[in-house]
C-alpha cells in the first residue's frame, strides 16, 4: 500500500507540475552564476509548494482556507511580475549584458518565486484535494513527504537544463524575452481559466 502511494504521488507531481520545469529553467537562466539567487529560487519554490500544500490539505480535511473562487485572482501575481520583467527587459535594453542580468537577478527573490510557484499551482490545488480526501492519513504523510521530495529534484532538473550549453545560450539570449512572456501569458491563463471576472 505504501509503495501504491509512492508512485502515485510521483505521477501526481509530474503531471501536475511540468509547466513549473520550463519556469524553474527561466529563473535559474536569470541568475547563472549566482548561487545566492540560486538558493532564492530553491526556496522561493519550496516556499510556493508549501503554500500550495497548505491550502490543499485542510481542504481536503474540509477545512477549506480559501474559497475556490478567490485562486483564480492569484493569476495577477504573474501577470504583475512579468508585466515587471517586461518593463525592466526594455528600460535596461540598451544597457551593457552584464549589467542586465545582475538586475534581473535581483528581481527575483524568494517572494516572487513562491508567489509565481503559489498561482500556477492553483489548477494543482483542485486535483490534490480529491486525492488528499481518498488517501488517509498515512497515505496524506506520503504524498506530502514525496512531494517535498520531488520540489528538490525539479529544481536540480532546472539547473540542468540551464547549464546545457544550447539551453544556456538560448536563455542568455532570450530569456529577457521569453520569461515576461511566459509569465504574462500564466497569468492571463490563471485568471481565464480560473473565471475571474467571470470570464
Known sequence: MLLNHVGRAISLFAVTNIDDMVMLALFFSQVAGKPRGIVRIVAGQYLGFVGILAVAIPAALGLGLLPDAVIPYFGFLPLLLGLRAAWQAWRDRAEDSRDQAEARAVELG???VAGVTFANGGDNIAVYVPVFTTAGTAG???????????????CMAGLFFTTRPQVARALARWG???????????GVAILIEGGAFGL
Open 110 to 112: 524568494v517572494l516572487s
Open 140 to 154: 496524506l504523510v506520503v504524498y506530502t513527504v514525496v512531494f517535498l521530495i520531488l520540489v528538490a529534484v525539479w
Open 176 to 186: 529577457h524575452i521569453v520569461l515576461p512572456v511566459v509569465l504574462v501569458g500564466l
